[in-house]
C-alpha cells in the first residue's frame, strides 16, 4: 500500500496504476465470461438420438489414456442407450503414438460390444477444428444431417461447439467424467484455447 501511495505521486505511476487495474478487471470479466459459456455449453445434451463424434485425445502407445478412455465411456453408454444411432471416432495419429487415435478408439468400442458397422473412422485430423470437419464429411456420405452429439470434457464443450458450427453442425454435447485433479490445470488452458480459436476461425 504504502508503494502504490508513492507511485500514485507520480503522473507515470498513476498512469500504471490505472492501467493494471483497467486490464485486471477486462482480464477478469473476459475468463469469467468465458467460464459461464463452457458451463452452459457442457448442460446441453440432445434432445433426440443424434449420431455421434468423440474427439480424440492422447494415446500411449496403441493404448487409449485416461481422458480418452472417458470420453469412450461416455460414448459406450450413450450407444448403448440408443441402438440406432451411428458414431464417428475422430483423432489423428501422434508422433508419439503408434497407431490414430481414432483406430484405437474404435478397438476399444468394439470391445465393448459395439457393433463395428455403427462406427466410422475419422484418423486424419490433428485438432478439433479438423476433428469436426472431417467428421461432417463422412457424415454427409452416410445420413446428411447437421446435429450431432459431441462426446468431450465438459469443459471443452463451449470450444467444440462453436468449432462445430464452423464445420456445419450443430452440436450438442455429451460428457465424459474428467479427473478432478487435472480440471483447474485443463480449465485454464481451455480459455486460451478458446481466445485462439476464436481469433483464427473469425479473423
Excluded at 507520480?10 to 483497467?22: E, M, N, S, T, V
Excluded at 487415435?101 to 490433428?126: P, T
Aim: aromatic letters at 14%; proline letters at 4%.
Amino acid at each position: 500500500w504504502n508503494f502504490l501511495c508513492h507511485l500514485w505521486g507520480f503522473k507515470a505511476g498513476r498512469f500504471l496504476i490505472i492501467l493494471f487495474f483497467a486490464l485486471f478487471i477486462i482480464i477478469t470479466a473476459t475468463f469469467s465470461i468465458l467460464s459461464f459459456f463452457m458451463i452452459k455449453a457442457s448442460n446441453n445434451p440432445p434432445l433426440s438420438p443424434a449420431p455421434v463424434v468423440v474427439l480424440g485425445c492422447k494415446l500411449n502407445g496403441s493404448t487409449p489414456s485416461e481422458m480418452l478412455t472417458r470420453r469412450l465411456e461416455a460414448a459406450e453408454e450413450y450407444l448403448k442407450s440408443n441402438p440406432s444411432v451411428s458414431c464417428v471416432v475422430s483423432g489423428g495419429q501422434g508422433y508419439d503414438e503408434d497407431i490414430p487415435e481414432a483406430v484405437a478408439m474404435k478397438n476399444w468400442l468394439v470391445n465393448k460390444g459395439i457393433d463395428e458397422n455403427r462406427i466410422f473412422v475419422e484418423d486424419k485430423s490433428v485438432n478439433t477444428f479438423e476433428n469436426l470437419k472431417f467428421s461432417k464429411r463422412i457424415l454427409d456420405d452416410m445420413i446428411k444431417t447437421d446435429e450431432i452429439a459431441v462426446v468431450t470434457d465438459g469443459y471443452h464443450q463451449y470450444r467444440a461447439g462453436f468449432l462445430a458450427e464452423e464445420a456445419g453442425f450443430k452440436a450438442y454435447s455429451i460428457n465424459a467424467d474428467t479427473n478432478s485433479d487435472y480440471l483447474p490445470t485443463f480449465w485454464v488452458r481451455e480459455w486460451f484455447g478458446i481466445l485462439k480459436d476464436y481469433l483464427m476461425t473469425n479473423f
